[in-house]
Structures are given as structure tokens and as C-alpha cells.
């Protein structure tokens, strides 16, 4: 059972299927020492990840590994649709194709949570968040689920706080291997790729306005740097903005930022970050955009509502009432997973590793976690480190017993 938008594309899917796994090693490595053990047979499990080729290897790898495997996109428009394809090909159950409506969105997850799925895997929140508050799903058994992004993480400590959690959430963005690589060198990455098929311009001499500082900023702004951008940062929290200043960017409020930015990249995973009194000053001819997990940070509503033309794929040029030009890359959702095809693979194989990781803790001790988020455990994030350098050849050195001996005494 699936539904996606054309079966046709399987082949073009197993090829990229292919591609993505022969660079993700230290995923298919985990996933070929557990094979025989089948450690999640009679288990479902229900996916709510962006349906790339990386998330296509963590897919199979759990089907492999005997679960019963459902899924649908973590985003309305970012779904790969020869990967959807070949993933139904394979016998996955998946709901999932590129520009759904809010409505088609919204039933495909209520597709995933019919199959009374025993672990949720999410990305944003929204499949947890309707597991806990849609009538239709409350009687579900579920032992417990895992989240990719800050974004969902939020959420789930809003929940906690307020009492609200029915059962434990792995926090797989919070785990170092997870938010130092992906965060910032996936995002700065296909940050920058997103941006260049979107708009086909030089890069370098641009001003171009980093909004927050977290993992994702950094990425972006060390990225950007890189490509001999003028780069300015925008942030509300005085100890990142400090760290911002001493990494060498321009520090300012986004009120002057906007009358002299050529380019602005939201990463703030907050809403309201780019108004409609800020898109009024900016140059004709400015550039937004987003790479925050959802459309909130930009007033992209305000955009669309004013004269507009798609003047190249994912770019639409919106005239104001004022006669400025401001252009909006993927009608302000995440670029670099709508222009682009989002993180690497070898960066991916990092983040699912945690997932797969995550998903097997879960199994084996869930009757003794509490209704909490829990970050991922400390043995699970050092042996992904450990399994990431081991596939790329790196050796380090370990500590003798005169220095343990040290360490511990005082």
C-alpha cells in the first residue's frame, strides 16, 4: 500500500539509492553487522523524514533489519520523487510526493499513524505532535520516537513542560555527531547549493545576511565567508552574537541589516524573523530565503500576495507596492532541500546512524524511560565517532593507564 506521484521513476531512484549508499559507510556498515540478528523484526516503524536518496539507505537498512517500514515526507515540498518510487518499489509502505497541498500533507501522516506504528521517527514534530493530540491516534501503542531537528525538539520540551508527553523522545539533533556535522557543514553545504541553482549569481562581493547563529548559521556564515561573501549576522542571543563578532562577521540588528543586504538566509527555526516593515526596505533586487525546518521565519504570505512571476525554478520575483523587486527561493520553505537535494550523504550517514542507534535503545529499554526527552546516549555518540573515522582511515591516539590513573585522582 503507498501512494506517490509516479511509479515510472523506480530505476532513476535505485540509482541514486545506490549512489548515496556507496558514501554513507559508517550507516551501511552498522546495517550489514545487524543483518543477521534481525533485531527489529515485529516491529513497525513509522518515518516522517524528508524522502531524499540518504533517507532511502536508512529506510531500507530498517527494513533489513526486519521492521515493517512506513513513511511519509517531512515536508510538503521537498519529497524526491524517484526515491518515493523506488521505496514503494521495495515493498515500503509510503505516502509521499513533491508539492502537496497542507490537506494532502496532513493525510499522508494520518496514513503513517493507521499502521499503529511502535516507533515514531520524525523531523519537525508534526507526526509526534498529532500522535499525542489527534483523537484518532490516542489509543496508539507507541513506545516511543526519536527527532532530526531543533525544531521538533522545541516542541516535545514545550509538551514535557506543560505534562503533556505520552512517551520518550530521543533528541537525535542534540547528540554532537549529529548538530556539529550536519547542522553546519550539511546546511552550510547544500545551504549554498540550494541558493546557487535558485538564483545563478556570484556569490563573492555579495552582502549576505546570516539570520541566527546557531549550528545551522555557523555553517551558512563559514560558508558563505568562503565563497568571498561580505557576510552579516543577525541574532538575539547576546552570547552567540559575541561568538558571531569574534568569528570576524559583522554583527548588526536586522533593521539596518535590511537596507544594505543583498542575499538573506533565515536559520533561526523562529517565526517572524523577516517582516513585511523589513522586506519593505530592502534594495530591489534583494534575495530571501529559508533554511529553517518550517515557513515561518519569513513573511513569505506578504510576498506571495503582491504582483509575482516564477523567473527561474523555485525563484519568484515579487514586486511591493513601493515598484521593489524581492525574490523568494522555494516560496520561503527550506531551499536547500527544494532547490537542492539537501545534506551529503557522508554527513547523513552521521545522523541516521544516530537514528538507527536511537531507535534500537529505544527498543531494548523504553519500559524503563519516563514520558521525557532524553538526549542520545553518550556511548551511542562516541561510537558513531568512532565508526566515522574508522571509515575514513582516521586513527587517533587513546590513553594510557598512567594517564586514566590521572585523570580520575586529584
Known sequence: MYKIKDSSLSDQG????????????????????????KPLKRITLG??????????????????????????????????????????SKGIEIFAWSGQTKSEYDWCQNKVLSCKPDIIIDDGGDLNTKAHFDRKFRSLKIIGATEETTTGITRYRSMQKKGKMRYPIIA?????????????YGTGQSTIDGYLRAVNLLLASKRIVVCGYG???KGVA????????????TEVDPIKALEAHMDGFNVMPMSHATKIGDIFITCTGMTDVIQKKHLTCMKSGAIVGNVGH????????FLLNQTVRQVRPNLDECILPNGKKIYLISKGRVANLIASE????????????????????????????????????????????IDALNSMNVKIDTLSKKQIKYQTSW
Open 14 to 37: 535505485r540509482l541514486a539509492y545506490t549512489w548515496a549508499k556507496d558514501h554513507m559507510q559508517i550507516l551501511t556498515h552498522s546495517i550489514n553487522l545487524l543483518a543477521k540478528s
Open 47 to 88: 518515518f516522517c523524514l524528508q524522502i531524499t536518496k540518504e533517507t532511502s539507505v536508512l529506510l531500507i537498512g530498517a527494513q533489513e533489519l526486519g521492521a515493517k517500514v512506513v513513511a511519509c515526507g517531512g515536508n510538503p515540498l521537498t519529497t524526491k520523487d524517484d526515491i518515493a518510487a523506488f521505496l514503494a
Open 172 to 184: 537525535v539533533n542534540n547528540a554532537k555527531t549529529k548538530t556539529m556535522f550536519d547542522n553546519k
Open 215 to 217: 549550528w545551522l548559521g
Open 222 to 233: 563559514q560558508k558563505c565567508a568562503g565563497m568571498g561573501s561580505k557576510v552579516i549576522v
Open 294 to 301: 518550517f515557513d515561518v521565519e519569513i513573511d513569505s504570505k
Open 342 to 385: 539537501g545534506h551529503p550523504p557522508e554527513v547523513m550517514a552521521l545522523s541516521f546512524s544516530n537514528q538507527l542507534y536511537s531507535i534500537l535503545y529505544i527498543l531494548k529499554n523504553h519500559k524503563k524511560m519516563q514520558n521525557l526527552v532524553y538526549d542520545v546516549p553518550k556511548q551511542i555518540d562516541s561510537q558513531v565517532a
